[in-house]
């Protein structure tokens, strides 16, 4: 049975601070007093917040409504436990549409930075973020075929698909999980997503839902 495919929300994501080239200096903000002769042991940490990646989290319901010409309700049925579908997350300006989500492409080592768009280079670039060597997906087969998915270091399911035009466009795409744990502690959440642009700047992300028929039933 096709899964039923529907567009969900859009959100802008605004870092407040530019993108960080490769060779930009950072303040360690560490110092040391030293005196001719010594010689002294000096880690230097550099942490800083990535400029590529923003994550989302929340919930996901699900209705069917029976409704006249009019949108007059006449019956209404909603979804009791929606593990196993999917929320998409793309970006806006790259025109992806439900029905590119609807055939996806999977992603693996030798395509995974020629997707549109993603940050190729740094500690937190596309290729360092999933895993394109052991692929995987969805336990209940949404997008039905194995690709890229997130380091095992997290605590939520997240794989990476391109759409099945010539653009090449990334496609994020976490699994749900009814009332799982969030990374706050949150015990009533459904999905955690992971999205990312090599300049995500004031960027609009569109998501988009897949939602199993036992979800509806």
Do not use: C
Request: aromatic residues 8%; glycine residues 6%; hydrophobic residues 40%.
């Amino acid at each position: 049975m096709k899964k039923a495919l529907v567009a969900v929300t859009a959100f802008f994501v605004a870092l407040g601070f530019a993108a960080m080239g490769a060779a930009q200096v950072q303040d360690a903000e560490q110092s040391n007093e030293v005196t001719g002769g010594d010689v002294v042991e000096q880690d230097v940490d550099v942490d800083r917040e990535t400029a590529h990646w923003a994550g989302f989290f929340g919930n996901l319901d699900s209705t069917v409504t029976l409704s006249d010409d009019e949108d007059n309700l006449f019956y209404e049925w909603t979804g009791e436990d929606l593990a196993g579908s999917a929320v998409y997350g793309v970006v806006s300006e790259h025109g992806v549409e439900s029905e590119d989500i609807d055939s996806v492409e999977a992603v693996d080592s030798e395509s995974i930075e020629d997707l549109e768009g993603v940050p190729t280079e740094g500690v937190d670039s596309i290729a360092n973020t999933y895993d394109a060597d052991e692929l995987d997906q969805p336990e209940d087969d949404v997008a039905g075929a194995d690709t890229a998915n997130l380091e095992t270091e997290a605590e939520f399911a997240n794989f990476l698909y391109a759409d099945n035009d010539t653009d090449n466009n990334p496609i994020f795409t976490a699994e749900t999980e009814d009332q799982s744990v969030s990374y706050d502690g949150d015990t009533e959440v459904d999905f955690k997503l992971m999205a990312g642009q090599e300049d995500l700047d004031d960027e609009q992300i569109d998501f988009y839902a897949e939602i199993t028929p036992e979800a509806t039933a």
